[in-house]
Structures are given as C-alpha cells and as structure tokens.
C-alpha cells in the first residue's frame, strides 16, 4: 500500500514563501496529488490537485517531479490566516483506496 | 459552505451501543466518501460510493457499514461502539471518480463514553 509522509510542523513569517513537501512511495500510474487545508473543527477544504509538472492556481502551486514519488505544495506570501494543517492525499490505485498524509500543521506568525 | 451537510453535528452515547451518521453530497455529485479523524490515527479513508454501489473499501472495521440510497445521500452505521471509535466522521462528496476534487461536510463529532 501507498504511504505518504510530511513534516509535522512548519512555522513561517507573513510574507513567506512556504513550501510543504510529501512523500508518497508506490504512487500508482493513474493517481493524482491533491492537497487540503483544514482549520479546526472544519471539514478539509481543496486547495490544489495535479498529476504531474507543476499546477498553478490563484492560491497555490503544485510541484511533482517526473518520478512522482513526492509533491511540493508552494505557498506564496503567507498571512496569519494561513495557519492551519494542510494534508497531502493520494489514492494508492490498490481498489481505489485513498491516502492521507498525517498532516503539517502551518503556524504563521507575525 | 461546502454544500455537503452532516447530520447530528455531535453524538455522545456508550459503549456498546448502535449510532448512524448521514450525509447528504453536493448536488450533482455521484460520489459520496466517509472517513474518520481521530488523534492517533488522524484522517483515514473508510469507505467510497458511487451511484448507490459500494466502489473502495480503506480501513473500514467489519463493525462499521454504509450504503447509499436512491436520492445519494448516505449513512454510515457504526455498531458495537467502543470508547476507540470516538472521532470526528467526515463525508465529502465528488462529481464522480474518487481523483475527482472532494468537498467535504463540517463532521460528525461522536463521543463514546
């Protein structure tokens, strides 16, 4: 089965450029990246999906190099509502089943 | 607002007792996705319909099942509870495939005491 690992905690400054990066080993040919953002007590919202090379939206970037066996997700000038835990998720192609990574908790200061 | 709503916002209850959970997905969206969030484990795929058909099954205890009925919303019932299954349940629903973009409820908050 497909496992995916990111950083337990990051910290960063408003105006940062923060990248969060996630393993993902036995990446299956048909599956996607997807990255959520959760703040507590709410259910994860999307912020960005892609399958390879680089995705942009007008939030975030998504890098995932030829190999695909990792994803960066790219977040420009970060502002205190930025705090939150952002998640990686993978299906592992094995009947479909998804996976999460254990989540980054973001902690933007000031 | 997601679109996604969850019913009962919180559940408390005991050991041993029978809870179900429902979802009722975005409109338009086909695919309805249970999981669960707890602290240890954090957020673990359970299971996936499509169209009222059982499509993935994750991590999934025997004690627990779901179905989705003819107007797609879903219910998830867990039987047997014990004090590990206390978690925040989400559903989230998607126009079709499971690499379709999730949209997720606000959760069922379930307390076994």
């Known amino acids: 089965l497909a496992k995916t690992t990111q950083p337990i905690s990051m910290d960063s400054y408003e105006g940062q450029e923060v990248n969060i990066t996630c393993s993902h080993n036995?990446?299956?040919?048909?599956?996607?990246i997807t990255w959520y953002q959760q703040f507590p007590s709410q259910g994860p919202r999307f912020i960005i999906q892609?399958?390879?090379t680089k995705v942009t939206n007008e939030v975030a970037s998504l890098f995932i190099p030829a190999d695909r066996k990792s994803s960066t997700l790219s977040l420009p000038r970060v502002s205190l509502s930025d705090t939150a835990v952002y998640y990686c998720?993978?299906?592992?192609?094995?009947?479909?089943?998804?996976?999460f990574g254990q989540g980054t908790e973001l902690s933007v200061k000031p | 607002d997601s679109g996604v709503t969850q019913t009962p916002k919180h559940l408390i209850t005991a050991t041993g007792q029978r809870v179900t959970l429902r979802c009722s997905p975005r409109?338009?969206?086909?695919?309805v996705y249970w999981y669960q969030q707890s602290l240890d484990q954090g957020l673990q795929f359970l299971i996936q319909?499509?169209?009222?058909?059982?499509?993935a099954k994750g991590n999934i205890l025997e004690r627990f099942s779901a179905q989705q009925f003819p107007d797609l919303h879903s219910e998830l019932n867990l039987s047997s509870l014990e004090l590990g299954d206390s978690a925040l349940y989400f559903c989230?629903?998607?126009?079709?495939?499971?690499?379709?973009?999730?949209?997720f409820g606000p959760g069922t908050r379930l307390t076994v005491l």
């Open positions: 989230a629903s998607s126009v079709r495939r499971i690499t379709d973009t999730q949209y």
């Open positions: 036995n990446i299956a040919t048909n599956d996607y």
């Open positions: 892609g399958y390879k």
């Open positions: 998720l993978v299906g592992d192609g094995q009947g479909g089943k998804l996976i």
């Open positions: 409109s338009g969206d086909l695919s």
């Open positions: 319909y499509y169209n009222g058909e059982e499509r």
